[in-house]
């Protein structure tokens, strides 16, 4: 069964940084599109950023184009999401999730319990 566990949340000023990190219990996590996903108090889930099974291609939204970079360590089964340039929009509870096949934009299978990310002003 595969778990996901995501970390690095927490209480940032605007125009900070923080890094998320999302832990897999899966030895074939190396062979799974990965992403992160996003959802503020009263709104919807929002699609943030997807990486291929190699790390060799990226899918970023573009409310974070230029200022949030997904990456993923194989070896450790791990995958990240640097946030640069923070903005108190960008509170949210961010969570982690394994796809399904290659497309960033087909279904997820597996999610994480979320990380929260709150940006003062």
């Known amino acids: 069964q595969v778990q996901l566990v995501e970390s690095g949340g927490g209480l940032v000023q605007a125009g900070g940084s923080l890094r998320l990190s999302c832990a897999a219990s899966?030895?074939?996590?190396?062979?799974?599109?990965m992403g992160w996903f996003r959802q503020a108090p009263g709104k919807e889930r929002e699609f943030v950023a997807a990486i291929s099974r190699s790390g060799g291609s990226t899918y970023d939204a573009d409310s974070v184009k230029g200022r949030f970079t997904i990456s993923r360590d194989n070896a450790k089964n791990t995958v990240y999401l640097l946030m640069n340039s923070l903005k108190p929009e960008d509170t949210a509870l961010y969570y982690c999730?394994?796809?399904?096949?290659?497309?960033?934009?087909?279904?997820?299978?597996?999610w994480g319990q979320g990380t929260q990310v709150t940006v003062s002003s």
């Open positions: 999730a394994m796809g399904r096949g290659s497309a960033w934009n087909g279904a997820y299978d597996y």
């Open positions: 899966r030895r074939t996590f190396s062979s799974a599109l």
